[in-house]
């Protein structure tokens, strides 16, 4: 009964104590708090809130009000973020290391929500002080805890990046991504450090140097360590920026067993061996281990692996530059193989994206017979070739070298077809290119045939045929050009007033007055 007596008194000149005493905010003639926030954040105490603890110097500025419903105390928070500028607050006197009043009751509050306050009163608000308490806050994973109880750690010499106003929490100081990423990595500078970590090491910026060193040094003991650590791992490390040079250096310092154990590990899995040859940096790594093979048993099973992916790697240009490794290091018996599969797949690897840069690469670098072969291959399937999106590369590359019998004998096989072939969008590249570079009386065919046919209004009205008739104006000669010229002049009714068809009349009339 005393304590419930007690109780009540102490609430009634918590009362009065709150009527002198001036608050930002609570019927005091101030202006009404901040609405800057929509949604306010309510927290009820199961204690009445004892006003008298409240201070005339309370950090939060225009924060905590009073608010009696039904018979209940409530703390409402509206702007809960605390000030940037430490400089607001020394007027009143209060000094980074003083506890603020008033704050016991907030906390509890903040608690029972399962909450973090910016501001904990039971410590000195001091740079590790809070980094500490921030550290400890549930959202974040125990990784980013970890790194940030590494920072309390540091000497205050290195913490001076953040903002030191002891109002202005860590959290809002700087984004948290940037926060975390201000923190010290770890480094590898010793064996110590790499050991039992060498796939980690190799794959990060600062520990491949440290690999690379090592394995320039010579020592036995540590190349066999790394190999023995990354024996399961090869694929991963090829595959990467940093790894594959320390993969690489690898292949050129290992043994004879050493490499045996690589290579079982590089082929066991086609998947990742066809990943290898086609990624830019897998690419360069393969090539090495080809350069590096020490005996003829591990040729002999590298190539084997490479024969059942050859189709595969024809329709890469990072595939072509493995099977382009082979035929540079390789004796011709092996390397039959490799050409024989590119030259009997042509069409298919031709009209493949990556494939037809495959086979103007291997046009340009290949001589002799199989070059021959390739050619034939390829002027046989002209008709189909021409008419691909990427086949008409192939075609028009050979076309491009300008040697008069592959030219007469492509003209050969597209005759008859040459006005169809000027109104599709790629075949009419092809013709165009003919036109150019082919001798007079060779081109001089393809002309005739356009000009004769039924469908030569069609052609110069068509998109892309248009451009095929303009470029025989310009490249034909003599009475040639002049009997072209006068055949679309006497089609000027239907052609002056067409959007592709006045180009080629403007065209006719301009050789006309030449000639």
């Known amino acids: 009964m005393e304590n419930k007596e007690e109780k009540q008194s102490h609430n009634s000149c918590a009362a009065d104590s709150l009527t002198q005493n001036h608050v930002p905010g609570i019927n005091n003639g101030d202006p009404p708090p901040s609405q800057s926030h929509s949604n306010p954040i309510y927290f009820f105490n199961d204690q009445p809130f004892h006003q008298n603890s409240i201070s005339q110097s309370h950090p939060f500025d225009n924060s905590v009000t009073q608010n009696r419903h039904a018979g209940n105390s409530m703390l409402q928070i509206r702007d809960f973020f605390p000030a940037r500028n430490q400089n607001q607050y020394q007027?009143?006197?209060?000094?980074?290391?003083?506890?603020?009043?008033?704050?016991?009751?907030?906390?509890?509050?903040?608690?029972?929500?399962?909450?973090?306050?910016?501001?904990?009163?039971?410590r000195s608000y001091d740079f590790g002080a809070r980094l500490a308490m921030d550290s400890r806050s549930p959202?974040?994973?125990?990784?980013?805890?970890?790194?940030?109880?590494?920072?309390?750690?540091?000497?205050?010499?290195?913490?001076?990046?953040?903002?030191?106003?002891?109002f202005h929490s860590v959290s809002y100081a700087m984004p948290q991504h940037q926060f975390l990423g201000a923190l010290p990595r770890n480094k590898f500078r010793t064996m110590q450090d790499v050991r039992g970590k060498v796939v980690l090491a190799a794959k990060d910026s600062d520990g491949y140097r440290l690999l690379l060193e090592k394995i320039n040094e010579g020592n036995p003991v540590n190349i066999g360590l790394f190999f023995c650590e990354i024996?399961?791992?090869?694929?991963?490390?090829?595959?990467?920026?940093?790894?594959?040079?320390?993969?690489?250096?690898?292949?050129?310092?290992?043994?004879?067993?050493?490499?045996?154990?690589?290579?079982?590990?590089?082929?066991?899995?086609?998947?990742?061996?066809?990943?290898?040859?086609i990624e830019s940096e897998g690419s360069r790594a393969v090539q090495t281990l080809l350069s590096n093979l020490r005996t003829p048993e591990q040729i002999t099973v590298v190539v084997?692996?490479?024969?059942?992916?050859?189709?595969?790697?024809f329709k890469h240009l990072n595939g072509w530059y493995v099977i382009q490794h082979c035929l540079k290091i390789f004796s011709p018996v092996i390397t039959k193989?490799?050409?024989?599969?590119?030259?009997?797949?042509?069409?298919?690897?031709?009209?493949?994206?990556?494939?037809?840069?495959?086979?103007?690469?291997?046009?340009?670098?290949?001589?002799?017979?199989?070059?021959?072969?390739?050619?034939?291959?390829?002027?046989?399937?002209?008709?189909?070739?021409?008419?691909?999106?990427?086949?008409?590369?192939?075609?028009?590359?050979?076309i491009k070298l300008r040697v008069p019998v592959i030219n007469q004998a492509i003209i050969g096989k597209l005759c008859g077809n040459f006005s169809q072939l000027s109104k599709n969008k790629?075949?009419?590249?092809?013709?165009?290119?003919?036109?150019?570079?082919?001798?007079?009386?060779?081109?001089?065919?393809?002309?005739?045939?356009?000009?004769?046919?039924?469908?030569?209004?069609?052609?110069?009205?068509?998109?892309?045929?248009?451009?095929v008739v303009q470029t025989a104006l310009s490249y034909?000669?003599?009475?040639?050009?002049?009997?072209?010229?006068?055949?679309?002049?006497?089609?000027?009714?239907?052609?002056?007033?067409?959007?592709?068809?006045?180009?080629?009349?403007?065209?006719?009339?301009r050789c006309s007055r030449r000639v």
């Open 426 to 467: 790629y075949s009419s590249n092809v013709v165009e290119d003919l036109l150019k570079c082919s001798e007079e009386n060779h081109a001089m065919l393809i002309v005739l045939e356009v000009m004769s046919s039924d469908s030569f209004l069609n052609v110069i009205q068509d998109p892309f045929g248009n451009y």
């Open 231 to 277: 024996k399961d791992h090869v694929h991963e490390l090829m595959t990467d920026q940093h790894g594959t040079l320390v993969i690489q250096k690898l292949f050129e310092a290992g043994n004879v067993n050493q490499m045996n154990t690589i290579v079982s590990s590089v082929i066991q899995n086609e998947h990742n061996f066809i990943d290898a040859c």
């Open 337 to 398: 193989y490799f050409l024989d599969v590119g030259i009997d797949n042509c069409v298919d690897i031709s009209t493949d994206r990556g494939g037809c840069s495959v086979i103007q690469k291997c046009l340009g670098s290949i001589a002799g017979e199989p070059l021959g072969r390739l050619l034939r291959e390829i002027i046989t399937y002209a008709l189909l070739l021409s008419q691909d999106p990427y086949g008409n590369y192939v075609v028009q590359y050979i």
């Open 139 to 166: 959202h974040l994973s125990q990784e980013q805890q970890r790194r940030m109880g590494e920072l309390n750690a540091l000497p205050e010499a290195h913490q001076g990046f953040l903002n030191h106003d002891p």
């Open 304 to 313: 084997a692996a490479l024969k059942r992916i050859t189709i595969t790697l």
């Open 476 to 509: 034909s000669k003599g009475e040639m050009q002049l009997a072209l010229s006068k055949r679309i002049l006497d089609r000027t009714l239907y052609l002056h007033s067409h959007l592709y068809g006045k180009r080629v009349l403007e065209a006719a009339k």
């Open 91 to 122: 007027s009143s006197g209060l000094t980074p290391a003083e506890p603020i009043a008033g704050l016991e009751n907030v906390q509890d509050s903040l608690s029972r929500f399962h909450l973090s306050s910016p501001i904990n009163p039971a």
